[in-house]
C-alpha cells in the first residue's frame, strides 16, 4: 500500500504570510486637477445628465425607477389598474430613456444589450432627432 503524502503546515506554505516578500510600497505622482475643476466637472456632468444627454448606468438606473414608480403613483391617484410590467413598457419607450441611450456608442450599446448584435446604427439618436425635427 502507498502511504498518502501529507501537506507541510501552513506556517511553511510557500503562499503563507510568513514566507511572502514584503512588496514595496510606491507612490506615483500625478497631475491631479484642482478642486475647482472637480466641481465643473461634476456639474456639467449632472446637468447633461438631468438634460437627459449623457449615459451613466447609475443614473440611468435611477432614472428608470423614478420613471416606473411615478407611473404607478399615477395610475394608482388616479384609480386605474397598472401592473410593474405595463411601467416598464412606457420606460422602454419613454423619450427620457432613448434621450439617454442616444449618445451612447453602438459598440457600447450592444455590450450592455440595448440593441441585438445585427444592429448597424443607433435607433435612440434616430428617435431622438425624428422627435426634434
Not at 84 to 91: F, G, P, V
Request: proline share 5%; net charge positive; hydrophobic share 30%.
Amino acid at each position: 500500500m502507498s502511504q498518502k503524502r501529507w501537506l507541510k503546515p501552513w506556517s511553511t506554505h510557500p503562499t503563507s504570510p510568513k514566507t511572502r516578500r514584503a512588496k514595496k510600497k510606491t507612490t506615483q505622482k500625478t497631475n491631479k486637477p484642482s478642486q475647482a475643476t472637480k466641481d465643473e466637472q461634476s456639474l456639467t456632468s449632472s446637468q447633461a445628465v438631468q438634460e437627459g444627454t449623457k449615459y451613466e448606468p447609475g443614473e440611468y438606473k435611477k432614472c428608470c425607477k423614478t420613471l416606473i414608480k411615478d407611473f404607478l403613483d399615477q395610475a394608482a391617484a388616479s384609480g386605474q389598474e397598472a401592473t410593474y410590467a405595463m411601467a416598464r413598457d412606457k420606460w422602454a419607450t419613454s423619450m427620457k430613456r432613448a434621450s439617454l441611450l442616444s449618445t451612447v456608442s453602438l459598440p457600447k450599446l450592444k455590450r450592455r444589450r440595448f440593441v441585438s448584435k445585427d444592429c448597424t446604427s443607433n435607433p435612440f439618436a434616430a428617435m431622438v432627432s425624428r422627435v426634434q425635427d
